[in-house]
């Protein structure tokens, strides 16, 4: 595959503490599309610095239309498109593996799993899903699926081996604001769902206080990020808190159907 074949989509706001990382990582394409929701930050002057990269800014309604607008509005002709996240990097390793892709008609993604760093700390596990992040653009769509998006894509898909990192050096502070946002997103769609619709993990959550117990034990013990030290323990707590944060949602929200 040529790596001229491929155009890589970032949406961010706010994203100074990640996007040089980013962009840097993506010398190699001759553009990368950034789709900005009108960031207060340096994002914008970061982004002016590399001369492959293209700003586009487009008021945020759901993470879905962000990716859809990217993909159908912004003039991309390439045949693939890799989309990253602002927090997501590129090892080389990556890179020099898409060049060596020589896809099937019928082989329209591929998906990545991710090595989760926590500060530029790599850890052993995480709770971070694979997620498919190359694809043929007139083959793909994304979809709204609770606080985030899922792309839809018709064809066969394959599994890349090299690994995207995560790296997300963000503010304590801005964590917590978003994964309140995200969360409220989160009960809303549990809500909505029946009980025989939902996997084992969202059945957990149904349960309300039974999920951040069981992920501290699963991150720590489990995944192993016992080993990774300070690292390992903050994302053990950084996922338990986001757990607890939803079922103190979904518990005031069950107080709130029985007071009249």
Not at 45 to 69: E, I, K, S
Not at 89 to 103: D, G, H, N, S, Y
Not at 235 to 260: D, F, H, K
Request: hydrophobic share 45%.
């Amino acid at each position: 595959m040529q790596l001229s074949s491929i155009t890589p989509i970032i949406l961010t706001f706010n994203e100074a503490a990640n996007i040089e990382r980013n962009l840097a990582a993506l010398a190699w394409a001759e553009r990368v599309v950034v789709v900005d929701s009108g960031s207060s930050d340096d994002t914008a002057a970061l982004v002016g610095r590399h001369a492959n990269a293209t700003l586009v800014t487009r008021a945020f309604d759901c993470h879905a239309n962000q990716w859809n607008h990217a993909l159908t509005q912004t003039g991309i002709d390439s045949e693939w498109v890799l989309v990253l996240d602002a927090d997501h990097i590129v090892p080389e390793r990556l890179m020099q593996e898409m060049q060596t892709l020589a896809p099937a008609a019928d082989v329209n993604g591929f998906r990545a799993n991710f090595v989760y760093c926590i500060d530029g700390h790599p850890l052993r596990g995480s709770l971070y899903p694979p997620a498919v992040v190359l694809f043929r653009r007139q083959h793909g769509r994304f979809v709204q699926d609770g606080h985030t998006q899922r792309l839809v894509c018709d064809g066969k898909i394959e599994a890349l081996q090299s690994k995207l990192l995560h790296d997300d050096r963000k503010s304590t502070e801005r964590w917590l604001q978003s994964q309140a946002r995200y969360m409220t997103l989160e009960a809303a769609k549990l809500g909505a769902a029946q009980w025989r619709d939902l996997d084992w993990a969202d059945r957990l959550r149904r349960l309300k206080v039974v999920a951040p117990f069981v992920v501290f034990f699963y991150c720590l013990i489990v995944k192993g990020l016992l080993f990774n030290g300070k690292a390992g323990l903050l994302y053990t707590l950084q996922r338990t808190t986001a757990e607890a944060i939803l079922s103190m949602i979904l518990l005031r929200q069950s107080l709130r159907r029985i007071v009249p």
